[in-house]
């Protein structure tokens, strides 16, 4: 007689079944590193790819094992600016464009006229960042962006204000036992690095801040190493046992073509990764670790393709030296962005042509023609600065130059981010949950699962 075979599963049964199979084990990660490409949309990946390798190669990110595809709308707009998508990856929650890291009822109320903010009574409440809860758990904690460290994307890891502009405020935040300290970060982040020196500076020496307080002095008290130049972080030994503080700009670090161009002494993203990285590990219990390349929404701002390439290809080199340096056995590596652009990749260009070039045809490799016979450009914005009245033909030299600035569909004083979604790429510890279709807040959860926090 044949034993009996059991019923098959319905496919809805199966369904549920798989569902309901944890993403990863929890506390499979020893240590994270969260890499934001801000503005990087899908169109900037596959362009900075055509750019570095041509259309058959890899970006160091794109290695990685683990796809998705993240919805990056806020809780106000289809159309979402910084800090509420980052702060969606760092807490979970989904808030109002122009919050920072705060409950999804804070209203945005914009900072004052001398630099400060404040959230009135009854506007919201602070919502823990992966950084806080990571602290709170003994490991090390640390933010690398090119912007200013107290930009929105950094700022959403360890502050918490109502508006992304009360930068000083946030420089507040940061600064162990002063005033407007916050006070979750415990001793405080292990490794902090960027621009933005002028909201850590009093107005008496050229900073932005009313108060008269100087907070790289005050950070300094509280065993901060301090360093400001590129040679100064080389010399850093992240075996001394010092907190890392490295402010290497008053604004913004540069661009990364301008600062390989003209031989500026800041280090590059992959330099300040490395040395982040080496400080992080000196603890036992592990690390969380947030590098922006921030640079990249800027350039995309000002409709420049080619400083939005060269920034996202130091953001991947800065990935490349990630992986160089950790155990992805214990580590998770996830690379994102906050947000698109509105840049497209237009026309038939011929395999092989510049990205960044006007479009030469892929039948007979002659420069394609617009209907009223002008050359045009592979790479466009759909609005943005570069409008014109009417088109006129565009030449290679022109197009392919430092600071062309791509035509646009609308005129804009600045270009606008886009709403479409955006990719995510993982590797190592926990990153078996990081595939199909997802919000931004689930990301926070699976990072936050992964770590076992």
Do not use: W
């Not at 900037?44 to 993240?70: D, P």
């Not at 036992?177 to 020196?197: F, R, S, T």
């Not at 996830?334 to 042509?353: C, E, F, L, Q, S």
């Amino acid at each position: 007689m044949k034993p009996m075979m059991k019923p098959l599963l319905s496919v809805a049964a199966l369904a549920a079944a798989l569902h309901a199979l944890p993403a990863q084990a929890a506390g499979e990660a020893k240590n994270v590193i969260f890499f934001l490409g801000d503005g990087m949309g899908p169109t900037t990946v596959t362009a900075s790819r055509i750019y570095k390798y041509g259309e058959a190669g890899k970006l160091n990110m794109e290695q990685l094992s683990r796809t998705a595809r993240v919805k990056t709308f806020s809780n106000d707009a289809q159309t979402t600016d910084s800090a509420p998508s980052m702060s969606a990856y760092m807490t979970g929650v989904k808030m109002n464009n122009e919050v920072i890291s705060m409950s999804a009822d804070t209203r945005a109320i914009d900072p004052n006229s001398n630099g400060t903010g404040n959230c009135g009574s009854g506007n919201g409440q602070p919502v823990a960042t992966l950084l806080e809860l990571a602290k709170a758990k003994g490991k090390a904690i640390g933010a690398v962006t090119t912007t200013r460290v107290t930009h929105a994307t950094p700022a959403a890891t360890y502050s918490h204000v109502c508006h992304r502009d009360a930068e000083s405020d946030i420089a507040a935040q940061a600064v162990p036992g002063g005033a407007g300290y916050n006070a979750k970060l415990g001793a405080g982040l292990d490794v902090l690095m960027g621009g933005g020196g002028k909201f850590f500076l009093p107005t008496a020496s050229g900073g932005k801040r009313p108060d008269g307080r100087n907070l790289l002095t005050e950070m300094q008290a509280k065993g901060y190493a301090l360093v400001s130049s590129g040679s100064e972080l080389a010399a850093f030994n992240p075996q001394s046992g010092n907190k890392l503080l490295g402010i290497f700009n008053k604004d913004h670090m540069d661009y990364e073509l301008d600062r390989v161009k003209n031989s500026l002494n800041q280090p590059s993203l992959a330099d300040m990764t490395a040395k982040a990285i080496d400080t992080l590990s000196r603890n036992g219990n592990g690390y969380v670790l947030m590098v922006e390349g921030g640079r990249i929404d800027h350039a995309l701002h000002g409709t420049n393709a080619k400083r939005a390439l060269e920034d996202t290809i130091a953001f991947d080199n800065a990935i490349k030296t990630a992986l160089a340096k950790v155990d992805l056995n214990n580590t998770l590596i996830v690379v994102t962005a906050d947000h698109d652009h509105t840049m497209t990749i237009n026309g038939y260009a011929k395999r092989g042509n510049p990205i960044h070039d006007i479009v030469r045809g892929y039948a007979d490799g002659k420069e394609s023609k617009d209907a009223d016979g002008a050359t045009y450009t592979a790479l466009v914005f759909g609005n943005g600065p570069n409008r014109k009245a009417s088109r006129v033909s565009v030449d290679s030299a022109t197009a392919m130059g430092d600071d062309y600035q791509q035509e646009t569909g609308i005129r804009l004083s600045s270009e606008t981010h886009g709403g479409g979604d955006v990719m995510l790429m993982s590797g190592g510890a926990g990153s078996k949950g990081f595939k199909g279709v997802m919000d931004n807040t689930k990301v926070f959860g699976l990072v936050k699962s992964a770590l076992g926090l």
